[in-house]
T-cell receptor
Framework: DQQVKQNSPSLSVQEGRISILNCDYT??????FLWYKKYPAEGPTFLIS?????DKNEDGRFTVFLNKSAKHLSLHIVPSQPGDSAVYFC???????????FGTGTRLTVIP | DTGVSQNPRHKITKRGQNVTFRCDPI?????LYWYRQTLGQGPEFLTY????????KSRLLSDRFSAERPKGSFSTLEIQRTEQGDSAMYLC?????????????FGSGTRLTVV
């Protein structure tokens, strides 16, 4: 049972434009959400997170938006750079739980 | 600190053999996690340690799997009588219990291939 879903396996964006990566979840008990970036042959790297008490969190070129009523979050990268090309995983956790639930990832390609 | 270190990076083994992986977390991190990632999937939780205590195990962790974290430092994950379905990337991560908003720090993983 996939509780965190990333329905777009891949996304291509021109350098300098905005990249929008989407994530949906089914478990209303999730209260914390994270995005990880993964390069080939490396482990996932933490990128940005958001608590369910917020609807937006921004860190430089990266912004995460949370729509709790729709059980949807998105990661915006602007402007996109070729170095952003990687697989992006959305993850969620429940208060008091010790594990993360990951989506299947979206491969972002930023075209120079 | 060089981050989370995992060894070996790659392991090829014959079906039925036992394998052991090692993870060295960031030294001040008291929490350690093992995840497994198969092709086209996101990481899936296997088990979690706080210091030396193994506090949670996923149902994915069959009886053939065992993990230890002696003295709350490095951790080992052993798979006995490996099966082809065990072929995956095994990821270790660590964190500080008080810093939920900073996520985990993952290692580069051990890729297991069972032939």
């Amino acid at each position: 049972d996939q509780q965190v879903k990333q329905n777009s396996p891949s996304l291509s964006v021109q350098e300098g434009r905005i990249s929008i990566l989407n994530c949906d979840y089914t478990n209303s008990m999730f209260d914390y959400f994270l995005w990880y970036k993964k390069y080939p042959a490396e482990g996932p790297t933490f990128l940005i997170s958001i608590s369910s008490i917020k609807d937006k969190n921004e860190d430089g070129r990266f912004t995460v938006f949370l729509n709790k009523s729709a059980k949807h979050l998105s990661l915006h990268i602007v402007p996109s750079q070729p170095g952003d090309s990687a697989v992006y995983f959305c993850a969620a956790s429940k208060s008091g739980a010790n594990n993360l639930f990951f989506g299947t990832g979206t491969r972002l390609t930023v075209i120079p | 600190d060089t981050g989370v270190s995992q060894n070996p990076r790659h392991k090829i083994t014959k079906r039925g053999q036992n394998v052991t992986f090692r993870c060295d977390p960031i030294s001040e991190h008291n929490r350690l996690y093992w995840y497994r990632q198969t092709l086209g999937q996101g990481p899936e939780f296997l088990t979690y340690f706080q210091n030396e205590a193994q506090l949670e195990k996923s149902r994915l962790l069959s009886d053939r799997f065992s993990a230890e974290r002696p003295k709350g430092s490095f951790s080992t994950l052993e798979i006995q009588r490996t099966e082809q379905g065990d072929s995956a990337m095994y990821l270790c991560a660590s964190s500080l219990s008080s810093r939920r908003n900073y996520g985990y720090t993952f290692g580069s993983g051990t890729r297991l291939t069972v032939v």
